[in-house]
């Protein structure tokens, strides 16, 4: 005999089918519109690279990367002239073949023991990743940094000055035992009593500021000094006279090098030069001082039996009166 359902079992059946009435009769959901890019929208550009092939040039062609059988091919000079072909395992070698080099006057190289010849096929010089990070495409990033050539890293430097000195140094006797002389000391920044002229551009402090670090041109004291040619500055009016007959070092010189004229040119101008007593005597060299003064005394070399025979002045360049008993 069957039983009748109970009250709550009726509900419940109830409100099943109520529900389910509801869930038929809901209108379906609406899908999500799909996002069209639009037409009128030009495509992004990419960024062009900088065109660096002006200074490529420059450091190609500079004396940094001129190949010369007698400017150090071999893996000990190699330390400066070509870092990536330095071997620091190299050492001098004794003489007369101290290093592999060929001298103008010989006509077979020199074969050293202990530095061995980098042929020019494989010669790298002083590229541009030798003082910049060079990027994955050969780009040049901003800024400056020294890749040493031992563990290829780079190495931060804080100025130009600091990374010329990484090959400019005065090397004898320190790690690297290099034996040479590169140094260029500027005694202190350039024009040494400057600072009291107010308005004037600010002194050259770096040695990228006389020098392209590119070209390795040297600049001129007519480049920043442009007046020099025609101001009255100069013992009172005798710039044309000056000018045709001294470089501008030979008198802005302060590091007391000799003055005269060029050596093997007596037609030149007088420039600073330097004396030295070698082996076969003495030399006199034309040396290009790095010390400058910008007020100069002309009785440095216009003084009482000066051996030139030159007119005799006082330290401003006035005819000094004749003694009282004259």
């Not at 010849?117 to 400056?144: K, R």
């Not at 100069?234 to 001294?246: E, F, P, R, S």
Request: charged share 20%.
């Amino acid at each position: 005999m069957l039983k009748k359902p109970t009250f709550s079992l009726v509900v419940i059946g109830a409100l099943l089918l109520l529900v389910l009435a509801a869930g038929a009769c809901a209108p379906a959901a609406t899908p999500e519109p799909t996002a069209v890019p639009p037409t009128d929208v030009p495509p992004p550009t990419a960024t062009p690279m900088p065109d660096q092939s002006e200074f490529i040039t420059a450091v190609e062609g500079n004396m940094h990367n001129t190949y010369d059988l007698g400017h150090g091919p071999n893996t000990w000079c190699t330390r400066c002239h070509s870092p990536q072909n330095w071997d620091p395992e190299a050492f001098q070698g004794p003489p007369p073949a101290c290093f592999t080099c060929k001298f103008a006057h010989e006509e077979e190289m020199r074969v050293a023991e202990g530095n061995p010849f980098v042929p020019e096929e494989e010669w790298v010089g002083v590229p541009c990743e030798t003082c910049h990070h060079v990027d994955e495409n050969g780009i040049v990033t901003p800024g400056i940094a020294w890749l040493n050539p031992i563990t290829m890293d780079y190495v931060e430097v804080s100025s130009s000055t600091a990374l010329c000195e990484k090959c400019h140094v005065t090397t004898n006797g320190n790690a690297f035992g290099s034996a040479v002389d590169h140094k260029i000391t500027l005694g202190g920044s350039a024009h040494l009593n400057y600072g009291g002229f107010i308005g004037e551009v600010a002194p050259p402090s770096y040695c990228a500021d006389c020098h392209d670090p590119h070209t390795l041109k040297p600049a001129q004291c007519v480049d920043c000094h442009e007046d020099v040619t025609t101001s009255d500055t100069h013992m009172m009016g005798y710039n044309a006279i000056m000018l045709d007959k001294l470089t501008c070092m030979a008198c802005h010189d302060a590091s007391g090098l000799d003055v005269g004229p060029p050596p093997d040119d007596d037609g030149g101008k007088w420039v600073t030069q330097e004396t030295t007593v070698g082996r076969s005597g003495p030399v006199t060299e034309f040396v290009l001082s790095h010390s400058i003064v910008y007020e100069v005394a002309c009785d440095r070399c216009h003084f009482v039996d000066n051996v030139h025979e030159l007119p005799v002045l006082t330290a401003d360049g006035e005819v000094p009166e004749p003694p009282a008993d004259e």
